[in-house]
């Protein structure tokens, strides 16, 4: 059975830098084709891909957000964090993690709940 | 980068069939996948691949795609189909970029 769950602060000042991590469990991200990428939904609106990060460490970023974004994985802790600096307002959202079975063309099957991150002084 | 746009909302009778555009520029060479999501909750994979359904998924969910739209149609709706849904493609020409649509809110009357 694979289940990821986010966890991270619920709360950042504006400029700070936001660390999400992704805990999961069923699947191994060492296996061929297998990815983790993250979502994010600002209250009441639509949802917006960030990242991803596969098994063999190729990674993709939205481009208008990539020079803030890095990912990671930990396949030893089964992790995966993705790391935003500077971050403002806007940033507002309750964030995803979710499994992506195959490569490249990707869907996401298994999502986490979500954790909401607020960004406010 | 790329656009996919959707109806923001479409209201359907109990019973009825529901129809849930997804358009997006010769959207028809690409994969889509559709997601649906209740207030509150995470979003759902329920197609995949234009057409395939995830375990679990009633065939009453069903999707096609050609041209510049992408159409998921929901038959003999329920009132537990009340919810939003997404589509959402990988753009292989853009470096893997992965977009979401803009979501349609559907109304069981």
């Known amino acids: 059975q694979i289940t990821l769950k986010e966890s991270g602060p619920t709360l950042v000042k504006p400029t700070q830098t936001l660390t999400l991590t992704c805990t999961f469990s069923g699947f191994s991200l060492t296996t061929a084709g297998v990815g983790v990428g993250w979502i994010r939904q600002p209250p009441g609106k639509a949802l917006e891909w960030l990242a991803l990060?596969?098994?063999?460490?190729?990674?993709h970023y939205t481009p208008s957000l990539k020079s803030r974004f890095t990912i990671t994985k930990d396949t030893s802790n089964n992790q995966v964090v993705l790391t935003m600096t500077n971050m403002d307002p806007v940033d507002t959202a309750t964030y995803y993690c979710?499994?992506?079975?195959?490569?490249?063309?990707?869907?996401?099957?298994?999502w986490g709940h979500g954790t909401l991150v607020t960004v406010s002084s | 980068s790329y656009v996919l746009t959707q109806p923001p909302s479409v209201s359907v009778a109990p019973g009825k069939t529901a129809r849930i555009s997804c358009g997006g520029n010769?959207?028809?060479?690409?994969?889509v996948n559709w997601y649906q999501q209740k207030p509150g909750q995470a979003p759902v994979l329920v197609i995949y691949?234009?057409?395939d359904r995830p375990s679990g998924i009633p065939a009453r969910f069903s999707g096609s795609n050609s041209g510049n739209t992408a159409t998921l149609t929901i038959s003999r709706v329920e009132a537990g189909d009340e919810a939003d849904y997404y589509c959402?493609?990988?753009?292989?020409?853009?470096?893997?970029?992965?977009?979401f649509g803009t979501g349609t809110k559907v109304t069981v009357l």
């Open positions: 990060i596969y098994w063999n460490d190729d990674y």
């Open positions: 979710a499994h992506s079975p195959e490569y490249p063309t990707t869907y996401f099957d298994y």
């Open positions: 010769n959207i028809g060479t690409k994969s």
């Open positions: 959402q493609v990988c753009d292989s020409r853009s470096d893997g970029l992965r977009v």
């Open positions: 691949y234009d057409n």
